[in-house]
């Protein structure tokens, strides 16, 4: 019966997730929208409020990506859940030259370091040479030598990293 109460409390969390992300990006393209459609001249000295809003969005959407990326693989560090990292964004919303434009240059290298590293980590366990998610994986979670043995721990380990990047990310 508890397996039950947390099986659905789970669902319900990822559906939040799934919920916020989608409303952050409608906002994201509303905001783009009005962004393109307003014939803006910035002041010297004080950037407008829409800017400000619009670098608010873009810092949000980063930080609830980077969030999901790291749930997907802290879920991978148990036993293989091929449906988190197929619900996982595979990259950051933004490019990079978006990205460097809100964040200083300390956040910029933990956000290259985790994206860097987190594709490192799909090419290696998650992507068939077609390009796709890999569906089967031999072994077993307790025979560290097999294909799942090594996913489970470079997941945990990656958790780790990603944990550390993440309040390099927040320390400015």
Request: with cysteine; hydrophobic share 40%; net charge positive.
């Amino acid at each position: 019966m508890v397996w039950i109460g947390i099986y659905v409390l789970l669902v319900v969390v990822i559906f939040l997730q799934g919920f916020i992300f989608y409303q952050l990006r409608l906002q994201s393209k509303k905001v783009k929208e009005l962004f393109n459609k307003i014939d803006y001249v910035p002041e010297v000295k004080s950037k407008s409020s829409l800017t400000m809003d619009f670098e608010e969005e873009i810092r949000r959407t980063t930080e609830l990506q980077w969030l999901r990326i790291r749930n997907a693989i802290q879920k991978q560090s148990h036993d293989i859940h091929k449906k988190e990292m197929e619900l996982a964004p595979k990259q950051f919303l933004y490019s990079q030259e978006t990205l460097s434009t809100v964040f200083n240059d300390q956040q910029m290298d933990a956000i290259l370091s985790f994206s860097n590293t987190y594709q490192q980590y799909l090419t290696r366990f998650w992507y068939t040479k077609n390009g796709n998610l890999k569906s089967v994986f031999t072994g077993s979670t307790n025979d560290p030598h097999s294909e799942v043995g090594q996913l489970v721990r470079s997941s945990h380990e990656l958790c780790h990293l990603m944990d550390k990047w993440f309040l390099l990310f927040h320390q400015n």
